[in-house]
Structure formats: structure tokens, C-alpha cells
């Protein structure tokens, strides 16, 4: 595709953002793209769209916050560079232009051509998927152009919504695909193999809009006690084991499939695992997942990845976890309740640990000793213990950046000159074409998302 706007490719209404979502008449007022195709089949879309959104999550975005938030170090060139905050536009060049394009426009398509034919089920997936989509881009930059975003040439300068609004679109979003995943017509087509995540499984998918949920108002829940009680009530409705996890599984041996830690790792070498923060903090506990999270045993004395999150060709890459929406939950209980509601906090933050160890392999034995030595919850250890244990299972999933920002947890000291960035940088995309929509303070990575208090 030609790269004229990436954040401006196609026409949709400013009814993605207030509309109700329900009606068969979404987005039927909607311009169409001439450069896009209109004979692609929606499983060609989904297979792409989700590929291209595993690949993007997995890759830039996976690395600068796991640098950020010092789960990786970087060790030379251009992650040495990241490690200590320096950075430019151009370095998001690609990360927002994959998310504007391969992933949201892409995603637009098969959702009106799929609203138009009466494919529901993947009507309701490619809600959960821009709802997904649009939750790590707000959290990544703050305000972003969307509402005016996709007008192709008639709007090569799209104005940018406010976070916090968008981040109600997200929730209608959800909404919207749940009461589409739950209709009883599925539509003549639904989705198959070609779906990685769930296989085409309506009500997996509708328990991931729940998990999404959880995740926009957890992320709001501070100073906002009835946020938390609103994602209780949603991770109830979401994942009740980790077999419900929404992971993408379809990269493979193939050079041009490979996992983009995978990649990364045999192309360039310049980030290292074992000497940052977090797997100090592993070692400091005796966490028995050190060694299942890091390969130290290379012949070069370096260190990799181990195969779960990236040391092999097919590794998965995360994208919302039972172990999550438990940690979630016990942050949630204490806010709601406080030291009254210890108890249940822990059982949800032990629940976490032991699912997190599960999937890892960690042998029952040594997750008993582990929970018999970090297991225990107290009022003065509480919120720091949870994010913790929620930060090395969120192992470079860049949720733990949002939760830092939201918690100040764990405790991290500076890299850099300056302080631990709190957002990304816009592209030079957005400097070059579209300046003046771009918000004050564009080019520091200290403003706030509008959660960040």
C-alpha cells in the first residue's frame, strides 16, 4: 500500500465513536476505499489482521516497554539507545503505521463487509479486535487520530480524539461484540483455521471483549473505587482458566513466520534478559521460573529467551491471560475494600502465581515453596507483592508498562537522564503531515495518559 497517511486511509463515520453499536446499520454510511479490494474473504482478512497484530504487539512494542520497564536491558546500538530513552519519531514510524494500518484498516473492512452480509460471529470478532487494537494504541501515545482517522485522501490531516473518550469506544466496542458473538445466527460464514487466537469460537471470543473490559476500567480505577468493582464484575463474566487465554499461536518455522522475539534475537543480539531488573528480582526470590524465562546457558555466555516467549520460531505471543485477570482482581478487591478484603485478594494473587508457574511447566514442588515463602499478602506489601508477581507474567506483554504507570510498581530507577517514560513519542509521520493536530508536548515522552495520575 502506498504510505501517504498512515492514520488516514479510509472513510468511516464519526458514528464509530458514539454510535449504538447493535444496529445491522453500522458503518453502512461509510465512503469506500478505492485502493482497498472488496472480493478479499473475511478469512483472509482475520488471518491477516491477527498476524499483523501479534506481529506489531510482539515486536516494537513488546521491546520498548520491556526496556522501559527493565524486564530486558539493552546492551548496545539501537536498544542501548532505548534502554536510556533516547529516541525519535522516526523509531514509531512503523509500530503506529502497522496498528493504523495492517491491523485497524484491515480490521474496518471485515467488519462492514461482515455487518453487511449478516456474518456475525465476525462481526464480533473484528469488534473485539479494534476494541483490543485501539486499548494498546491509546495506551501507547494518549490522544490519536481515530473518529477522523480512516478518510483516506478527503482528510490527510485527521484531528485527534481525547483519550478518555476513546476509551468509551472501546468499551461500546466490546459491548457491541459481545451482543454479536451471542446472537443465535452465526451468519453463513464463520471463522476456522484461519482464526490463531480461538479457532472461531463465538464465546471464547466474547469472554476476551470481557477481559478487555476488566482492562479499561482497572486502568481507571484509581481514585475511582466503583471502576474496580466494574472489573470484578467483568472478569467474573471473562476467562475462568488459563485454556481461556487469548494468545496468538500462528507463527512457525518459516523464516518470514517466525515469533518477532524469535527474529529479533537471531538478527541483531544488542538486548539482554538476565541482566535487567526483573530477572534480578526473579533470582533475589529463588522464583522458580528464572530459568524457564531465561536461556543463560548459551556457549557465548550471552543470554536468550526461553522458548516460551520467544526463543523459538512458533513461541506464542499474549495478548489478555487468566493469570492477569487474577492479579487484576486482587488489585480490584483491595480498592474496592481495602485491608478488610485481604483475604480474598490473596487468594486471587496466589491463584495468579500458581496459574502463571502452570503454564510454564514449574514443577508442583517448587511452586509450593515458592507460595510458602512470597504467597502471604499483608497490608503494607499488598499492592507492591500483586503488581510484582503481575509484572513476571506479564513478561513482555506491554500491560506491565500501563500497570507501572498506573501503580508506581515495581519500583524502578531511571535509566536514563530522564525520567521513565510515561508514553511514546508521535511518529514523524504525524511532525511531518499533520503538526498541527498533534498534541502540545509531542515530542517528550513525559506528558500522562489521562489514567496516569
Same mark, same amino acid.
Given at each position: 500500500?502506498?504510505?501517504?497517511?498512515?492514520?488516514?486511509?479510509?472513510?468511516?463515520?464519526?458514528?464509530?465513536?458514539?454510535?449504538?453499536?447493535?444496529?445491522?446499520?453500522?458503518?453502512?454510511?461509510?465512503?469506500?476505499?478505492?485502493?482497498?479490494?472488496?472480493?478479499?474473504?473475511?478469512?483472509?482478512?482475520?488471518?491477516?489482521?491477527?498476524?499483523?497484530?501479534?506481529?506489531?504487539?510482539?515486536?516494537?512494542?513488546?521491546?520498548?516497554?520491556?526496556?522501559?520497564?527493565?524486564?530486558?536491558?539493552?546492551?548496545?546500538?539501537?536498544?542501548?539507545?532505548?534502554?536510556?530513552?533516547?529516541?525519535?519519531?522516526?523509531?514509531?514510524?512503523?509500530?503506529?503505521?502497522?496498528?493504523?494500518?495492517?491491523?485497524?484498516?484491515?480490521?474496518?473492512?471485515?467488519?462492514?463487509?461482515?455487518?453487511?452480509?449478516?456474518?456475525?460471529?465476525?462481526?464480533?470478532?473484528?469488534?473485539?479486535?479494534?476494541?483490543?487494537?485501539?486499548?494498546?494504541?491509546?495506551?501507547?501515545?494518549?490522544?490519536?487520530?481515530?473518529?477522523?482517522?480512516?478518510?483516506?485522501?478527503?482528510?490527510?490531516?485527521?484531528?485527534? !480524539?481525547?483519550?478518555?473518550?476513546? @476509551? #468509551?469506544? $472501546?468499551?461500546?466496542?466490546?459491548?457491541?461484540? =459481545?451482543? +454479536?458473538?451471542? &446472537?443465535?445466527?452465526?451468519?453463513?460464514?464463520?471463522?476456522?483455521?484461519?482464526?490463531?487466537?480461538?479457532?472461531?469460537?463465538?464465546?471464547?471470543?466474547?469472554?476476551?471483549?470481557?477481559?478487555?473490559?476488566?482492562?479499561?476500567?482497572?486502568?481507571?480505577?484509581?481514585?475511582?473505587?466503583?471502576?474496580?468493582?466494574?472489573?470484578?464484575?467483568?472478569?467474573?463474566?471473562?476467562?475462568?482458566?488459563?485454556?481461556?487465554?487469548?494468545?496468538?499461536?500462528?507463527?512457525?518455522?518459516?523464516?518470514?513466520?517466525?515469533?518477532?522475539?524469535?527474529?529479533?534475537?537471531?538478527?541483531?543480539?544488542?538486548?539482554?534478559?538476565?541482566?535487567?531488573?526483573?530477572?534480578?528480582?526473579?533470582?533475589?526470590?529463588?522464583?522458580?521460573?528464572?530459568?524457564?524465562?531465561?536461556?543463560?546457558?548459551?556457549?557465548?555466555?550471552? !543470554?536468550?529467551?526461553?522458548?516460551? @516467549? #520467544?526463543? $523459538?520460531?512458533?513461541?506464542?505471543?499474549?495478548? =489478555?491471560? +487468566?493469570?492477569? &485477570?487474577?492479579?487484576?482482581?486482587?488489585?480490584?478487591?483491595?480498592?474496592?475494600?481495602?485491608?478488610?478484603?485481604?483475604?480474598?485478594?490473596?487468594?486471587?494473587?496466589?491463584?495468579?502465581?500458581?496459574?502463571?508457574?502452570?503454564?510454564?511447566?514449574?514443577?508442583?514442588?517448587?511452586?509450593?515453596?515458592?507460595?510458602?515463602?512470597?504467597?502471604?499478602?499483608?497490608?503494607?506489601?499488598?499492592?507492591?507483592?500483586?503488581?510484582?508477581?503481575?509484572?513476571?507474567?506479564?513478561?513482555?506483554?506491554?500491560?506491565?508498562?500501563?500497570?507501572?504507570?498506573?501503580?508506581?510498581?515495581?519500583?524502578?530507577?531511571?535509566?536514563?537522564?530522564?525520567?521513565?517514560?510515561?508514553?511514546?513519542?508521535?511518529?514523524?509521520?504525524?511532525?511531518?503531515?499533520?503538526?498541527?493536530?498533534?498534541?502540545?508536548?509531542?515530542?517528550?515522552?513525559?506528558?500522562?495518559?489521562?489514567?496516569?495520575?
Amino acid at each position: 500500500m502506498k504510505k501517504i497517511r498512515v492514520s488516514a486511509i479510509i472513510s468511516i463515520g464519526v458514528a464509530l465513536l458514539f454510535s449504538a453499536s447493535c444496529k445491522k446499520t453500522f458503518y453502512t454510511s461509510a465512503n469506500v476505499n478505492p485502493n482497498a479490494p472488496t472480493s478479499v474473504t473475511p478469512a483472509t482478512l482475520l488471518s491477516t489482521i491477527e498476524g499483523s497484530l501479534a506481529y506489531t504487539q510482539g515486536g516494537d512494542m513488546s521491546r520498548f516497554a520491556s526496556l522501559f520497564m527493565q524486564q530486558t536491558n539493552g546492551i548496545s546500538r539501537q536498544s542501548s539507545a532505548y534502554y536510556t530513552y533516547i529516541f525519535t519519531g522516526q523509531d514509531v514510524d512503523g509500530l503506529w503505521g502497522n496498528l493504523y494500518t495492517s491491523v485497524m484498516e484491515n480490521d474496518l473492512q471485515l467488519m462492514m463487509a461482515s455487518d453487511a452480509k449478516g456474518y456475525n460471529v465476525y462481526s464480533g470478532v473484528s469488534r473485539v479486535i479494534m476494541a483490543y487494537t485501539l486499548q494498546l494504541t491509546v495506551d501507547n501515545w494518549g490522544s490519536i487520530p481515530y473518529s477522523k482517522a480512516f478518510g483516506g485522501l478527503t482528510n490527510l490531516q485527521p484531528a485527534y !480524539d481525547q483519550d478518555q473518550a476513546l @476509551y #468509551g469506544v $472501546a468499551l461500546s466496542l466490546c459491548d457491541s461484540a =459481545i451482543y +454479536y458473538l451471542n &446472537l443465535p445466527k452465526a451468519g453463513f460464514l464463520t471463522p476456522g483455521g484461519e482464526d490463531m487466537i480461538y479457532g472461531g469460537n463465538a464465546a471464547a471470543w466474547a469472554k476476551f471483549a470481557h477481559a478487555i473490559k476488566a482492562r479499561l476500567y482497572i486502568h481507571q480505577s484509581k481514585g475511582a473505587p466503583a471502576n474496580a468493582t466494574l472489573a470484578l464484575a467483568e472478569i467474573a463474566q471473562s476467562f475462568s482458566a488459563s485454556s481461556d487465554n487469548a494468545i496468538y499461536n500462528g507463527f512457525g518455522a518459516n523464516s518470514n513466520a517466525n515469533n518477532p522475539w524469535y527474529q529479533f534475537n537471531n538478527q541483531r543480539g544488542d538486548i539482554s534478559f538476565a541482566s535487567a531488573t526483573m530477572g534480578a528480582g526473579m533470582l533475589a526470590n529463588a522464583d522458580p521460573r528464572y530459568n524457564i524465562l531465561i536461556d543463560t546457558t548459551a556457549a557465548d555466555g550471552g !543470554d536468550y529467551l526461553g522458548g516460551y @516467549y #520467544g526463543g $523459538a520460531p512458533n513461541a506464542p505471543v499474549e495478548l =489478555i491471560t +487468566y493469570e492477569e &485477570l487474577q492479579f487484576m482482581a486482587a488489585e480490584a478487591t483491595m480498592v474496592v475494600n481495602g485491608a478488610g478484603a485481604l483475604a480474598s485478594a490473596q487468594t486471587y494473587y496466589q491463584t495468579g502465581i500458581s496459574a502463571s508457574m502452570t503454564k510454564l511447566g514449574v514443577a508442583a514442588a517448587d511452586m509450593t515453596t515458592y507460595l510458602a515463602a512470597h504467597g502471604t499478602l499483608t497490608t503494607a506489601n499488598a499492592m507492591s507483592n500483586i503488581v510484582w508477581e503481575e509484572y513476571v507474567a506479564n513478561y513482555l506483554n506491554p500491560e506491565a508498562w500501563t500497570t507501572w504507570r498506573r501503580t508506581g510498581y515495581p519500583t524502578l530507577t531511571p535509566t536514563g537522564t530522564t525520567n521513565t517514560p510515561r508514553r511514546l513519542l508521535y511518529p514523524q509521520s504525524e511532525y511531518s503531515y499533520n503538526k498541527a493536530n498533534t498534541p502540545a508536548g509531542s515530542t517528550m515522552l513525559t506528558p500522562r495518559i489521562f489514567w496516569d495520575k
